[in-house]
């Protein structure tokens, strides 16, 4: 699972979470796939998602805590049916119709959270001891309109809304030359509209890529987190998170 700034994001195929090495993520070619997406923040996020350089979802709300397993394309904002995520490979005429694009093969998701409000005790009314005298109980609102930092403002409501923004961190993208998502069989996962508020100005960044075949030679099974390597040099049965074979020490990178 490829994990920023409180947002999760994985590659499934089948219903299975699908192993990844550093950014890459390998796939048979003509398999169906879809993204999980969970946020752990205790904000919201409204998440754009793009493939090969197309926007498939434009703005997905996800709630504090909230997952989906995202699996098809939002088109003409029909929330009720879509064409699901499907990897082909990407031949000479393919192309030599459409093109080479150096996103292709490239899942990127872009995210904002919403801003983060926090509210403040109840204001305290306080008298006029001036009226007092005269039998006249004139209240005045305390509400302040003070500046508490560099980032932070108290309104005449007294709330405070915090605008710091944390750093934005992007995974550098790599070109790809073998695969493709085009649209599959239709899904009928639906979604509904939502309401978010003033969003953070940071805009973080996770960028996968799909790859059908690993050291030139073709996936033919998914590749997923439980499956375990064999050892392509001594045979030796090893855990899926294991880089190196724990019997000769080969790089278990390029194996699967």
Known sequence: MMYNQKLVTSVKCKGKVMRERGDTVFLP????????????????????VEIDGETVISALLLKPNQSIDLERYVIDDNLSK??????????????????????????????????LVQWCPPVVYTKDPWNDLYGKSIWYDGYPTT?????????????????????????????????ITTKGSESDQKFVHGNIGVLESTVHS???????????????????????????????????????????????????
């Open 82 to 115: 879509g064409p699901k995520f499907k990897f082909i490979e990407k031949t000479n005429q393919i192309s030599n119709h459409r093109g080479d694009r150096v996103d292709d093969g490239i899942v990127r998701i872009t995210y904002q959270f919403e801003e």
């Open 29 to 48: 070619f003509g398999e169906e796939y879809s993204l999980l997406l969970k946020n752990l923040s205790s904000q919201k996020a409204q998440i754009k």
């Open 206 to 256: 996770i960028v996968l890529q799909l790859k059908g075949d690993i050291g030139g030679c073709e996936v033919t099974k998914p590749l997923t987190v439980s499956r375990k390597i064999k050892c392509e040099v001594c045979g030796n049965i090893n855990k899926s998170s294991s880089s190196f074979c724990g019997n000769c020490g080969t790089n278990l990178t390029y194996q699967y």
């Open 147 to 179: 500046k508490l930092s560099d980032n932070s403002w108290e309104c005449h409501d007294g709330a405070v809304y915090n605008t710091t923004s944390v750093g934005a961190s992007l995974t550098r993208g790599v070109e790809s030359d073998n695969g």
